[in-house]
């Protein structure tokens, strides 16, 4: 199974009998190496959904030591999906056991015998996905002539401003899977950007620089 981060994906499990009479039980448990590394970043939460016979919707804690991973009757369940934590791209390593139910009832007393069958494997990937990035204008940013000499100038006697004077950009994911970068463009002729790249050649409006997130 796969899909993209911050959405629920969805999990295709299909236990089979030859004897149409009979139930599934499932459960189903992160393995245990996935279970730390998850529990080692600070993820407390991985909740495994589906709707039951009624319609309802059902939720369990897969990083919840206490909480039972089977779900009963599983031919009647629907909509079964994992959703992993915010922002977070990986791999979800499971183990999914099925038992079959066979239940007979014999002169009004109901006999049921359970058989557990093996344990499988199920790969959940999680596509990371590119989160925007808030960009903050400092209101009205103005210098005037007089405030450019002094401490602002550089040593061959031009002003400069600090780009920190005029925005900043912020990232919302910062769990370090992402980097950012920067696009600047639109400064007239006589303005220069110092100390990032020119992406591209030109003149004036033309020019485009790339700031990295420490820039």
Request: glycine fraction near 8%.
């Amino acid at each position: 199974a796969s899909g993209s981060e911050d959405e629920a994906i969805a999990l295709n499990i299909r236990p089979q009998s030859s004897d149409p009479s009979e139930t599934f039980n499932v459960k189903i448990e992160l393995t245990a190496a996935t279970a730390q590394t998850l529990l080692d970043e600070g993820v407390t939460e991985l909740n495994l959904s589906y709707l039951d016979s009624n319609n309802i919707l059902q939720t369990i804690n897969l990083l919840d030591a206490g909480a039972s991973k089977e779900i009963v009757d599983f031919k009647t369940v629907s909509d079964l999906k994992i959703t992993p934590p915010s922002d977070w791209s990986g791999k979800l390593n499971l183990n999914v056991t099925s038992s079959t139910v066979d239940t007979v009832v014999i002169d009004g007393n109901p006999y049921t015998d359970t058989n557990k069958g093996d344990t499988l494997p199920l790969e959940v990937v999680v596509k990371g996905v590119a989160d925007p990035v808030v960009i903050t204008e400092h209101n009205n940013p103005r210098v005037t002539e007089n405030s450019m000499d002094g401490d602002h100038t550089d040593g061959a006697g031009r002003g400069h401003i600090s780009i920190h004077s005029i925005f900043d950009v912020v990232r919302i994911d910062i769990d370090g899977s992402e980097t950012l970068t920067v696009r600047v463009t639109g400064l007239d002729t006589g303005f220069d950007l110092v100390g990032a790249p020119l992406l591209t050649n030109g003149t004036g409006t033309e020019r485009v620089w790339v700031l990295t997130e420490a820039q």
